[in-house]
């Protein structure tokens, strides 16, 4: 992949614009930005194997008071700490009477219903079983084989990331009507970024695509701004290693090394029968800077901001996903857009029926 360097490399993180250029005024995207290499890359994507690993939330949300509830695929999930700390997961229906586990506490590492006093110490009891469960130190993921439907893996697939003890990890959590192919093809087309995020991108230049031989990442120069004509600029990559799952990776600029993990679990249909799907998005910030250190004495205050940053990103970007999940489901994709299932077959509990023409989509 080739391609100009960002401007502004060099010693400070910072840089001024000096050609700004107003919004209505950047150069199209529209042209670069073909609907078949995104669906190409998609493609690739909902290929590749997940293990039937799924993310359920940030580890920092596990307690020791309380279990970390999530739905996936219509399957009713708990985590919670055992009494060593290790996490444990399983259903979140008791086998008892069905009460709701998400709403029973945990006392020294043992979930107890809260209708009847069922404990659950994490091992095979009353028709309840533990599922595998994976903690990388920022995100949770169960392995759900009912609804993945693929070879289960021991471990998940798992990115590269910053050495914990020098970086920063957020993780922020939305939901919305679509299916996981739909973030997941939100994330693998860069070209709307200055477009439709004025208030966070400018001079974005899509540098590199998805070519035979030259690997199977979206390059992009781009500066985030900061105030006024103060920006950050640098390269990143944007890959998709899973079904569910795009990275950004910082390359070149200000916090090299740095990553976003955006992972899309299905959640299961709504009322109306339509889709749910959860974005849990990871942002591992980085710096060799000196003064990141004081960046991470503050890290509760750094960990807002980011979460912050990122609902304001996909209030837009989730519009993106529900706008193209109702045009595939109403038939009305545009041309070189897929109008139906790309690759893997979503597990049929997660599939929403054909919306009416011109339908609302409602969160």
């Not at 509830?69 to 700390?85: F, H, L, M, N």
């Not at 889709?275 to 991470?296: L, M």
């Amino acid at each position: 992949m080739s391609g100009r360097r960002p401007e502004g490399l060099g010693r400070y993180p910072l840089s001024l614009r000096r050609r700004a250029v107003r919004w209505e005024r950047q150069r199209p995207t529209w042209r670069a930005a073909r609907p078949a290499v995104i669906a190409a890359a998609l493609e690739r994507a909902v290929a590749r194997p997940s293990g039937n690993w799924f993310v359920v939330g940030a580890s920092r949300d596990v307690r020791d008071d309380r279990p970390l509830a999530a739905t996936v695929g219509g399957e009713e999930v708990v985590v919670w700490r055992g009494p060593d700390g290790r996490l444990v997961a399983g259903p979140g229906v008791c086998p008892h009477l069905g009460a709701a586990l998400a709403e029973s506490p945990v006392r020294c590492g043992v979930l107890v219903c809260h209708w009847h006093g069922l404990a659950l110490r994490g091992t095979a009891f009353a028709g309840w079983r533990p599922l595998p469960v994976h903690d990388d130190g920022v995100l949770v993921r169960v392995r759900l084989d009912r609804v993945g439907g693929e070879a289960p893996t021991a471990v998940p697939v798992l990115t590269p990331r910053p050495d914990p003890a020098r970086s920063i990890a957020a993780v922020h959590t939305v939901t919305g009507v679509c299916e996981p192919q739909d973030v997941v093809a939100n994330r693998l087309d860069p070209w709307h970024g200055a477009w439709f995020h004025p208030y966070a991108f400018v001079d974005l230049a899509v540098v590199g695509t998805p070519e035979p031989g030259t690997g199977d990442g979206f390059t992009v120069d781009v500066s985030f701004r900061v105030a006024g004509r103060l920006v950050v600029p640098v390269r990143a990559v944007f890959t998709a290693p899973g079904p569910r799952t795009v990275v950004m990776r910082i390359t070149e600029g200000e916090g090299r090394g740095s990553v976003v993990e955006t992972h899309a679990t299905p959640v299961g249909c709504d009322e109306r029968g339509r889709p749910r799907t959860a974005v849990v998005e990871a942002v591992v910030a980085s710096s060799g800077r000196p003064g990141f250190g004081a960046a991470r004495a503050v890290s509760p205050v750094v960990r807002r901001l980011l979460g912050v940053a990122s609902g304001r990103l996909w209030r837009d970007d989730l519009a993106y996903a529900e706008r193209r999940w109702l045009l595939r489901s109403s038939g009305r994709a545009p041309d070189g857009e897929p109008s139906g299932p790309v690759g893997r077959s979503a597990p049929e509990e997660n599939r929403g029926p054909r919306e009416e023409r011109g339908g609302p989509v409602a969160p």
